[in-house]
């Protein structure tokens, strides 16, 4: 494999020194770009995107073109992995994601299993595409969704408000919705591996929906198939450690907690301070986050204060990445973006003098 050209990305997730904070962006591929538009018109449905290498190759790279990102993300979505286990994926026409076999009866999930890997040999043979396109100018982030946000999807059959179904699971047969996680955990184990085999040189496990959970039944429902799945992972890959990043949205009053799950670093969202986040686990992981997405909405002056504001937060030192709280929205203007990536390297760099790598 080519040598990586640039790498602050993954010396960042390991608390290393580097000359300025990197960022990328979830979903940093999307709607908001009209090349991406241009592309999945082509494809003819989203699906049709992820499912061909070609093109999941080229809307991977379509935001690297236009912004100088320090990573890139596989083209794909959490969902492929439901689907492989033959829960009958499809987006209804501005409804999101749907499923035609939501897990509803006992026998169904009793029956689930971990799937052949090579139902999802499309997402592989995309990162491997990714990573020859790439050429080693950046690295290349492969993902999965948490156990228990895949959970979700599967027993609502797709998107909700109040998770009434996968929560009356959980308080009235916990015994399912665990045996449902335990399955998920190791398909996601699995999955990320064969990701990481084939060229992902660093993976985010997507917890959307854990914030939804109660106290205590976060750290048994979601964050306990966190940790399990963690330790099943490959975390060295052709000489590199291959970091791990969780993100579970609203998950800010239980950073301790995440921390001690074996990732490497922690996503957050926009409701967190930087600064008391990294008081309180940032000799343990690195951070990643927060700037809220809809800030992208407000002028570039307005988007480039609110960037310095949360580099100051963070303050001096290694181990922040930078990115948004969540994913982009699609009516994001495409130049407040450029606006964003420009002032983190501007008004980074003085975080990471030869001073402060020292300690100062
Ligand atoms: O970050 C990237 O650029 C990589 C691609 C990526 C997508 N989905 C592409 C996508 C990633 C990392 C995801 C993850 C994902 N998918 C999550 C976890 C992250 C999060 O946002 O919390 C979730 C919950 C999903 C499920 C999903 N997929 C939803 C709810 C939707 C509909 C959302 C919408 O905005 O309509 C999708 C579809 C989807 N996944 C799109 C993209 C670019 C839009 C599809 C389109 O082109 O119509």
Not at 27 to 42: D, S
Not at 199 to 206: H, N, P, T
Request: glycine share 8%; charged share 20%.
């Amino acid at each position: 494999m080519t040598a990586l050209q640039n790498d602050t990305f993954l010396r960042a997730l390991l608390r290393e020194p580097t000359e300025y904070t990197p960022v990328w962006l979830m979903r940093q591929a999307g709607r908001y770009l009209p090349e991406y538009c241009e592309t999945r018109r082509q494809a003819g449905s989203f699906l049709a995107l992820c499912k061909s290498k070609e093109l999941a190759t080229e809307v991977t790279l379509q935001p690297l073109d236009r912004y100088p990102l320090d990573a890139a993300i596989l083209f794909s979505d959490i969902l492929t992995v439901p689907d492989a286990m033959g829960l009958g994926l499809y987006f209804a026409e501005g409804e999101g994601p749907k499923f035609e076999r939501p897990l509803r009866e006992e026998a169904a999930i009793r029956a689930l299993a971990v799937p052949d890997m090579s139902e999802l040999r499309y997402v592989f043979d995309a990162v491997s595409s990714i990573r020859t396109a790439l050429a080693g100018r950046v690295p290349l982030i492969g993902f999965s969704g948490s156990p228990f946000t895949l959970a979700c999807y599967m027993i609502e059959g797709g998107g909700s408000d109040s998770y009434s179904r996968i929560k009356t699971m959980m308080y009235d047969r916990p015994e399912l919705l665990h045996h449902t996680l335990d399955v998920n955990a190791r398909t996601v184990t699995a999955y990320l591996n064969a990701q990481i085999e084939a060229g992902a040189q660093a993976v985010q496990i997507f917890d959307s929906w854990g914030g939804v959970l109660a106290y205590g039944k976060y750290q048994e429902f979601s964050l306990a198939y966190m940790r399990q799945l963690i330790a099943g992972l490959k975390r060295e890959h052709d000489g590199r450690r291959v970091p791990v990043i969780v993100f579970t949205k609203g998950g800010g009053l239980w950073l301790e907690d995440i921390a001690a799950s074996g990732c490497d670093a922690v996503g957050l969202d926009w409701t967190v301070d930087l600064a008391e986040a990294r008081r309180r686990v940032g000799d343990k992981v690195a951070l990643q986050g927060n700037f809220d997405p809809v800030a992208l909405f407000a002028k570039p002056a307005a988007v480039e204060a609110e960037v310095a504001r949360l580099l100051a937060s963070f303050g001096s030192g290694s181990g922040h990445v930078f990115n948004l709280g969540h994913g982009i929205s699609q009516f994001t203007p495409p130049e407040h973006v450029g606006a964003l990536v420009q002032a983190v390297h501007k008004h980074s760099r003085q975080y990471h003098s030869a001073a402060h790598q020292a300690g100062a």
